[in-house]
């Protein structure tokens, strides 16, 4: 499952077919078992076997993800695109990483600014630095509500490494530019979101 999640993306793909070589490995004590049950010394191997085959499969997981931990998690995810508004719901920016997700994150842009201006008008602008997560058909919007932006991944699933680095884009967008005018963007504003979004691309696409 692994690796066919991952195969449609050539990033990934390399580090789908790496460790599901490791996994065949797996396969290979499962006819042992069945000699377990009829020979004594089989039996006694088959510890020492699963022992051997683990610390492979460890031993390659450690080797592919040490500098970046955090893709073994994100393997499963595609991640379609990305979006940065004001808390007046204008957009400061909108990615989509493949042009097949084009519709997808224009859609899912105006969808999220009407999502920002119902939430400030329920809860107000106090509430600030949480998450919110809306599942579609096929995606899944999740958005981080920073100080005085927005940040928006949409995917096809959400997990808790997805929100850290949405959160972490957020924060060093606001710690960049300072503030920003809910009515009014400058290039200087998306140019700086550009720059940090292109910071993270090895973990988004």
């Not at 377990?36 to 085959?53: D, K, N, T």
């Not at 500098?67 to 979006?83: A, E, Q, Y």
Request: proline share 2%.
């Amino acid at each position: 499952m692994l690796y066919l999640n991952a195969r449609y993306d050539s990033r990934r793909r390399p580090y789908a077919s790496k460790l599901m070589l490791t996994y065949i490995l797996v396969i290979v004590i499962v006819p042992f078992f069945y000699f377990g049950f009829e020979s004594l010394y089989v039996s006694v191997l088959i510890p020492y076997l699963q022992g051997f085959i683990l610390s492979i499969i460890a031993l390659s997981i450690s080797i592919l993800f040490h500098r970046d931990p955090s893709k073994l998690v994100l393997i499963p995810i595609h991640i379609n695109g990305f979006l940065l508004h004001t808390y007046g719901g204008l957009a400061i920016l909108r990615k989509a990483f493949s042009a097949d997700f084009e519709s997808a994150v224009a859609l899912s842009s105006a969808l999220v600014a009407s999502i920002i201006g119902l939430e400030s008008a329920i809860v107000g602008r106090e509430k600030k630095n949480f998450y919110m997560v809306h599942k579609l058909m096929k995606i899944v919007i999740i958005m981080y509500f920073g100080n005085f932006v927005v940040g928006t991944i949409v995917a096809n699933k959400d997990n808790i490494v997805l929100r850290d680095i949405l959160r972490n884009i957020v924060r060093e967008y606001e710690d960049s530019v300072g503030s920003v005018d809910e009515g009014m963007i400058t290039n200087r504003e998306i140019d700086k979101a550009m720059e940090i979004l292109d910071n993270w691309k090895d973990f988004l696409y």
